[in-house]
């Protein structure tokens, strides 16, 4: 029995506040930018709902992310409902609009991290992969964090754009007293998807990207932890195709996502229980349609391209 | 070649039999999610990790 038909409800929910964003990041894995709100989103009184339902449910960990969670008018008061009740929780955001302020509200709350994207560290190269943003204030969120003892996480997405650029954002990280640096291969998923034959590293780069990586894991050893593996999402999919993982992804209108490289769709939190919707998730990772999908996208990566073209599964046997 | 496909089809037969299994027999035991149980392996998935 795997660890899903044993938990009676998730241990991670990851939780997409919105499809908005204050930028046009070119390696977007949920095609988010400015405008791009998704048709029926939650609202503040459906997304507070969905709080006490995943305190009601026990749920031990939260990660609030988008499109950018800042831009959610009831970002905090989903943040502080959840922090409240002792879910701990991982905020996601790409610090533009990450302040003082925002820091000291979530220093009354049990986060476990901020993390904040790093995607360069020039300010011509951050500018070409995040049009429109300012590596100067995500560098201030990285500060702001820290000066309130938040933990910092910071996340780099490589692309042929900025991925020689690494060794110097590693280093920045354990400037800003990081604990993590997250990276990994570029995910075919979303915007990065449809200008994937501008982004794509080589196989040069990511052998360069992987010896970096190794070299820094040595020489820094307890400093921060480099986190990179599994480094691709195939390798990911391999590892939940032998032990679903037991985390839940909602989407911004409340539809709940078997997993991120996958189309499929499995239940609907605005019609159903967060139980329901994992008995449907539980559901899904039996479901030969399913399981048949996750293995051709382990040996096809650009299978993944459809994961935002939502498909809702028909669960049988749920 | 695809190493990797005995295994998964395997795990594909696996599951299933698993999923009559869970049917036919009692209401499992459910546990209540814990924090501990969170370990590294949940978090690293990749788009959690760098999304």
């Known amino acids: 029995m795997t660890k899903i038909d044993q938990l009676r409800a998730p241990l991670l929910v990851t939780w997409q506040l919105t499809r908005n964003c204050d930028l046009a990041c070119v390696h977007c894995c949920t095609d988010s930018a400015p405008g791009k709100r998704l048709p029926g989103e939650l609202d503040a009184g459906e997304a507070m709902q969905l709080a006490h339902e995943i305190i009601a449910n026990q749920v031990p960990y939260v990660m609030l992310c988008g499109g950018e969670p800042l831009v959610v008018p009831h970002f905090l008061d989903v943040a502080e409902a959840l922090g409240a009740a002792g879910v701990q929780l991982k905020i996601e955001t790409n610090g533009q609009q990450f302040d003082a302020r925002i820091a000291e509200r979530l220093s009354r709350l049990p986060v476990r991290s901020v993390q904040i994207s790093l995607d360069a560290d020039s300010d011509d190269v951050y500018r070409r992969q995040r049009p429109g943003g300012s590596l100067a204030k995500a560098h201030a969120a990285c500060e702001a964090v820290r000066a309130v003892n938040l933990p910092l996480e910071i996340t780099f997405a490589p692309t042929r754009l900025n991925i020689d650029e690494i060794e110097a954002v590693i280093d920045r990280a354990r400037t800003f007293g990081a604990f993590r640096f997250n990276t990994g291969k570029l995910m075919r998923i979303g915007t990065a998807a449809r200008l994937w034959n501008k982004l794509e590293p080589s196989d040069e780069q990511y052998r360069h990207m992987l010896d970096v990586l190794r070299r820094q894991a040595t020489a820094i050893e307890h400093s921060m932890e480099l986190c990179y593996l599994p480094f691709s999402i195939e390798d990911g999919l391999q590892r939940s195709f032998q032990e679903p993982p037991a985390t839940m992804l909602v989407l911004p209108d409340g539809r709940v996502k078997v997993t991120a490289a996958l189309p499929y769709v499995c239940a609907d939190l605005r019609r159903q229980t967060l139980a329901q919707a994992w008995e449907a998730y539980r559901g899904a990772w039996r479901d030969s349609e399913v399981l048949a999908d996750v293995h051709h996208a382990i040996a096809d990566a650009s299978l993944h391209s459809r994961a935002n073209n939502w498909k809702v599964l028909a669960l049988a046997n749920v | ?51």
Do not use: C, H
Request: hydrophobic share 30%; net charge negative; no cysteine.
């Open chain 2, 1 to 51: 070649m695809d190493d990797s496909k005995g295994t998964n089809e395997a795990i594909v037969q696996g599951q299933q039999a698993n999923n009559e299994k869970v049917a036919r027999n009692q209401k499992p035991v459910w546990e209540t999610p814990k924090l501990e149980d969170v370990s590294e392996q949940v978090m690293a998935q990749p788009y959690i990790r760098f999304t």
